[in-house]
């Protein structure tokens, strides 16, 4: 972290903390907020837990998350409350102000010192304290970090490590992606070594479906995929009367997209989801292909360069149709084929 020793005196007296994360947090997101929250609230700190909207219900295990307060979801007047009050204000796994919806221009016009922790590409110079490398796997990964290098590292309990824990495991994809480092590893045998029970974590995360996501699925890889072999590229179209049908909850998409970028080939996947107010998509790729410039060029949106996101306020129809043009321009890119493994 940049100023590590002026941040380490700013925090050993007692503050008021906002910590917030990306609307529609995933585990990464949840985690890292929940972990930091543990580990301020041992240091004497008053901490709010904001999110901009809900999150997966498979997330609710985590401890703290029923102090959680959702923006969206009747908590505008508490949030904007603890925000004005604020001494410091976090800003977890997100690299713009523009990802936490309406609470950006709250945290931006707050008199509050921001902490921005994240991992994401191109970060929005905003914070005055930044921990962001590109070479974390996770926010997590990057919060154990900190605690770490304050010497706390002894504070962290079996809860704190599980959020932690929870959120290295799903950003590495089960510790399958590139991302997936010596540190990474070092990371988590630290974690397990507080008490992390990895067995429980995964099986909270991975295994708790509700019967209507199965058969969405199912549905979904039935009926929905499209794979266009002349540019290695496999996506889903989903639309809003598709989600109504399955009674879609959020996080019942996620992971959609990885069986798309499972196929033998694929270079490219998409999942394009009509979410009503707009058009949500997610991209992953693998090797050069960068769907983070694909994302930020074409649909508002960025990430990291093998998993990004963006947005479109074209109709469903009109969002696949430039998707696939998009595709032809290219075309030169997409079709090289894959390295394989020897």
Same mark, same amino acid.
């Given at each position: 972290?940049?100023?590590?020793?002026?941040?380490?005196?700013?925090?050993?007296?007692?503050?008021?903390?906002?910590?917030?994360?990306?609307?529609?947090?995933?585990?990464?997101?949840?985690?890292?907020?929940?972990?930091?929250?543990?580990?301020?609230?041992?240091?004497?700190?008053?901490?709010?837990?904001?999110?901009?909207?809900?999150?997966?219900?498979?997330?609710?295990?985590?401890?703290?998350?029923?102090?959680?307060?959702?923006?969206?979801?009747?908590?505008?007047?508490?949030?904007?409350? !603890?925000?004005?009050?604020?001494?410091?204000?976090?800003?977890? *796994?997100?690299? /713009?102000?523009? =990802?936490?919806?309406? &609470? +950006?221009?709250?945290?931006?016009?707050?008199?509050?010192?921001?902490?921005?922790?994240?991992?994401?590409?191109?970060?929005?110079?905003?914070?005055?304290?930044?921990?962001?490398?590109?070479?974390?796997?996770?926010?997590?990964?990057?919060?154990?970090?900190?605690?770490?290098?304050?010497?706390?590292?002894?504070?962290?309990?079996?809860?704190?490590?599980?959020?932690?824990?929870?959120?290295?495991?799903?950003?590495?994809?089960?510790?399958?992606?590139?991302?997936?480092?010596?540190?990474?590893?070092?990371?988590?045998?630290?974690?397990?070594?507080?008490? !992390?029970?990895?067995?429980?974590?995964?099986?909270?995360?991975? *295994?708790?479906? /509700?019967?209507? =996501?199965?058969?969405? &699925? +199912?549905?979904?890889?039935?009926?929905?995929?499209?794979?266009?072999?002349?540019?290695?590229?496999?996506?889903?179209?989903?639309?809003?009367?598709?989600?109504?049908?399955?009674?879609?909850?959020?996080?019942?998409?996620?992971?959609?997209?990885?069986?798309?970028?499972?196929?033998?080939?694929?270079?490219?996947?998409?999942?394009?989801?009509?979410?009503?107010?707009?058009?949500?998509?997610?991209?992953?790729?693998?090797?050069?292909?960068?769907?983070?410039?694909?994302?930020?060029?074409?649909?508002?949106?960025?990430?990291?360069?093998?998993?990004?996101?963006?947005?479109?306020?074209?109709?469903?129809?009109?969002?696949?149709?430039?998707?696939?043009?998009?595709?032809?321009?290219?075309?030169?890119?997409?079709?090289?084929?894959?390295?394989?493994?020897?």
């Amino acid at each position: 972290m940049q100023n590590l020793e002026a941040f380490k005196i700013e925090i050993n007296s007692p503050k008021k903390v906002v910590i917030t994360t990306h609307h529609k947090p995933d585990a990464d997101a949840l985690g890292s907020s929940l972990g930091l929250a543990g580990y301020l609230n041992k240091k004497g700190h008053d901490v709010t837990v904001i999110s901009p909207t809900d999150y997966p219900e498979f997330l609710y295990w985590m401890k703290g998350n029923d102090t959680v307060i959702k923006y969206n979801e009747g908590g505008q007047e508490v949030s904007e409350k !603890a925000i004005q009050e604020a001494d410091l204000i976090f800003c977890l *796994d997100f690299s /713009s102000l523009n =990802r936490i919806n309406e &609470l +950006g221009e709250l945290v931006r016009d707050s008199k509050a010192r921001k902490v921005l922790i994240d991992h994401h590409l191109e970060p929005e110079d905003f914070a005055t304290y930044t921990l962001w490398s590109t070479e974390a796997a996770a926010t997590a990964e990057l919060v154990h970090q900190l605690i770490i290098d304050l010497g706390d590292g002894d504070m962290i309990d079996k809860n704190m490590a599980e959020c932690l824990y929870a959120g290295i495991m799903t950003d590495t994809g089960s510790f399958k992606h590139p991302n997936t480092t010596k540190n990474v590893f070092m990371v988590c045998a630290d974690l397990i070594g507080k008490g !992390a029970d990895t067995a429980k974590v995964a099986k909270l995360i991975y *295994d708790t479906n /509700s019967v209507e =996501r199965v058969k969405f &699925l +199912g549905y979904a890889l039935n009926e929905k995929l499209k794979i266009l072999p002349k540019y290695n590229t496999a996506y889903f179209a989903i639309t809003e009367n598709e989600l109504k049908k399955f009674k879609s909850k959020t996080g019942d998409t996620e992971g959609l997209v990885n069986y798309a970028l499972s196929i033998n080939g694929i270079k490219l996947a998409a999942v394009i989801i009509d979410r009503t107010e707009a058009v949500k998509i997610s991209f992953r790729s693998v090797g050069d292909f960068s769907v983070n410039e694909f994302a930020r060029k074409n649909f508002e949106g960025g990430g990291h360069k093998n998993a990004a996101g963006g947005i479109s306020y074209l109709s469903l129809d009109e969002t696949v149709e430039k998707f696939e043009k998009l595709l032809e321009e290219n075309k030169n890119e997409l079709s090289t084929n894959l390295k394989t493994y020897a």
